[in-house]
């Protein structure tokens, strides 16, 4: 990796304005050369934040986590002292492409501005605490095995599980929900948390949850043991 002296990973929670810290508007305004996906750039324009000289590089949907590396190299190799923020939606600490970056670079070089979470804004809906709860991303990925997803959830006080996207998000559901303790543990889905078209839905048991006929872009799935259980 070339060196980079100037990268802040900016956390961007669900990408609207309201609820985007002015560390991270500060960190963005700021910004000669401003990475992301194509759907948070988007978002971010509509911003008072956004810096109309900055050059943006946009990431490919299909394989970001592998690409931005390369991109942020690249920038690197071209000026390392230029002014790069990688903006993310959520926060960089929550299943983010921060993880692999800083890995990459260095943890003195990069600096992580914190976001609001898919989780805290979960919680927060449910009127619950996220402390003590388990979590896992199933976003991009196959399904594990159904019996370490409910020994996970035994041994916490809540599962939280970050799914795929759409039709993706409800298939996973429904496979879990055939595992006799995930599928009769207490259960709500949050769609596009934070965004105008948010949705959440709670029911007594994910196989009832999964009847919800409801399908959003993104979705965080939370579970709870039954107290039969």
């Known amino acids: 990796m070339s060196r980079m002296n100037n990268l802040s990973v900016v956390g961007c929670g669900p990408g609207v304005e ?9 960190a963005i305004a700021s910004a000669d050369v401003l990475v992301g996906s194509g759907r948070l750039l988007d978002s971010l324009r509509g911003f008072g934040c956004f810096p109309r000289g900055a050059k943006v590089v946009e990431l490919p949907v ?6 931005v590396l390369g991109v942020l190299d ?8 230029a002014r790069v923020a ?8 929550f299943y983010s492409l921060s993880r692999k970056v800083t890995r990459a670079f260095g943890r003195e070089r ?16 449910l009127g619950r605490s996220w402390v003590g709860t388990a979590s896992a991303t199933l ?4 399904l594990p095995d159904l ?3 409910a020994q996970k959830l035994n041994a916490s006080d809540a599962l939280v599980l970050l799914l795929g996207s759409g039709d993706d998000a409800v298939a996973q559901m429904k496979a879990m929900a055939e595992d006799p303790f995930l599928g009769s543990a207490w259960a709500a889905v949050g769609w596009d948390l934070g965004l105008p078209k948010e949705q959440v839905y709670e029911a007594a048991t994910l196989r009832e949850l999964t009847r919800c006929p409801y399908v959003g872009r993104l979705a965080l799935l939370w579970l709870e043991r039954s107290e039969d259980d």
């Open 18 to 26: 309201r609820l985007i810290t002015r560390e991270a508007e500060e």
């Open 62 to 67: 299909t394989g970001m986590a592998d690409a």
């Open 74 to 81: 690249e920038i690197a190799s071209s000026g390392g002292n």
């Open 86 to 93: 990688l903006v993310v939606s959520g926060d960089p600490g």
């Open 110 to 125: 990069v600096r992580a501005l914190p976001g609001v979470s898919s989780l805290q804004v979960l919680a927060c809906r």
């Open 139 to 142: 976003h991009g990925r196959e």
């Open 147 to 149: 019996n370490d997803l």
